[in-house]
């Protein structure tokens, strides 16, 4: 399905909630705070992100895996990114990072937070997305893939997501990739084949095959907090993570090195002059605006200032098996609990979403696209990505709550016979 939406400053409002109008006062009360609660969290987090880091300064960052390119042209191509950046901020947008790509023989450049993807050709930057939407994938992990283009997670101004999606050439639009609409926020790289996590469930994905996997738990949580991790650079076999402190991790085999300095000078001045980062393999050469060297440095002349994280690829067992057994103590209770509290009201919370009334009385019916799109008050948004976008979303929210209390989903989809490119909708 593609994807885009118009932001608003509400967005945190569930979607059907948006569209539809609301039946009674306690229905707008609950929203009002939803939306008060939703706008005093990003308050929070926007302060506590000025504080933290200053200057909300743009990094420029280009990844070259293809033929290095020479001096007269990195100038140029430096020159361009940053009158790009120039353009989006002065249009209010705040593009804290830029990812320059290559693919094959051509270079793309991808805005932090857009959907926009440029294309170097003919000594300019040239947009290939065709549509205008904004601020669903801040700090979102762009790479390429089997010739494609892919961006992972992120956050939005209504949601955080580990969704993964990939540019269309042909369309000039984005897509979701259906299997990753239920995956959450994780700290990921692409190892040449899949996706794997370094941060928050330890998972692989394959986007080409659409499969997810679990992987053994990594054992620096406490080091890598996600809402700390304010920049990384990728090299061919680490990860340098400006996060609480200074990182580096080693993709192979998970050792992670921390300092409590910044070992690797300059960087901060040079994100603030908006320098270019030129990474080869695992060396970094920073270019100033005239294409002079800044600094040059590798990872292995870097290594020894880091001092390795204790338990950073495994942990003792023995507390394993204890904390393990702790855990499932914990949970029994608070299953016990919860069983309890649920045969005294007599109503379970998850299930108060009128659309759950709405629903039942279609039980068992196979319906058109159109026909639920009606149901579920999205009959009348536009344009039709984000219509789709919407739809999938007010599915997954439903099946979760619902699944939470019944053990399986409340909708299906299943093919058109008569159209093998559409889809029919049941409710179970």
């Known amino acids: 399905m593609e994807i885009g939406h118009f932001i608003i400053i509400l967005k945190g409002y569930r979607q059907h909630e948006i569209m539809r109008p609301h039946n009674s006062i306690a229905d707008l009360k609950f929203l009002t705070m939803e939306a008060a609660i939703l706008l005093f969290r990003r308050f929070v987090l926007a302060v506590c992100c000025l504080l933290l880091v200053g200057k909300a300064d743009a990094q420029l960052v280009y990844t070259d895996k293809g033929l290095p390119a020479s001096r007269d042209m990195l100038k140029e191509i430096h020159r361009k990114a940053v009158s790009v950046k120039n353009e989006y901020q002065s249009k209010g947008v705040k593009c804290e990072r830029i990812d320059i790509l290559d693919i094959r023989d051509n270079i793309y450049l991808l805005p932090d937070g857009t959907f926009d993807v440029y294309q170097w050709k003919d000594g300019d930057w ?31 101004y209504w949601q955080d997501h580990g969704q993964i999606i990939t540019f269309l050439w ?27 996590s370094f941060w928050g469930l330890p998972i692989k994905i394959d986007p080409g095959n659409k499969k997810v996997e679990s992987l053994p738990p990594f054992n620096y949580e406490a080091e890598l907090n996600m809402n700390n991790i304010f920049y990384r650079l990728d090299f061919s076999n680490y990860i340098y993570i400006r996060g609480r402190w200074f990182y580096f991790l080693e993709k192979r085999s998970g050792e992670l090195r921390r300092s409590t300095i910044e070992c690797i000078g300059k960087i901060q001045k040079a994100k603030t002059e908006d ?18 060297i800044f600094l040059a440095t590798n990872v292995n002349a870097e290594l020894y200032k880091f001092d390795k994280v204790p338990g950073s690829r495994s942990s003792s067992p023995v507390m394993a098996w204890g904390f393990g057994i702790l855990a499932v103590l914990i949970l029994g209770f608070g299953l016990y609990r919860a069983k309890i509290l649920i045969n005294k009201t007599g109503n379970d919370s998850t299930m108060d979403d009128p659309l759950f009334s709405v629903l039942s009385a279609h039980r068992g019916k196979i319906m058109t696209m159109e026909d639920f799109d009606v149901i579920l008050g999205i009959d009348k948004v536009i344009p039709a990505e984000t219509q789709r976008f919407r739809r999938a979303q007010l599915i997954k929210s439903l099946n979760r709550k619902y699944r939470a209390k019944h053990g399986h989903n409340l909708i299906e989809r299943q093919r058109d016979p008569e159209d093998g490119r559409r889809y029919m909708y049941r409710v179970v």
Do not use: M, Q
Not at 135 to 146: A, E, I, T
Not at 180 to 196: A, I, M, T
Not at 275 to 292: C, Q
């Open 126 to 156: 040239i947009n290939l997305y065709s549509g205008s939407f904004v601020g669903y994938n801040f700090n979102s992990y762009k790479f390429v893939l089997d010739g494609k283009i892919y961006s992972s997670g992120g956050d939005g």
């Open 170 to 196: 042909d369309r000039g639009e984005w897509e979701i990739l259906p299997f990753s609409l239920d995956l959450e926020r994780n700290h990921v790289y692409c190892d040449g084949e899949s996706l794997v």
């Open 275 to 292: 320098h270019l980062f030129h990474i080869i393999g695992d060396s970094l050469t920073i270019y100033n605006h005239d294409a002079e």
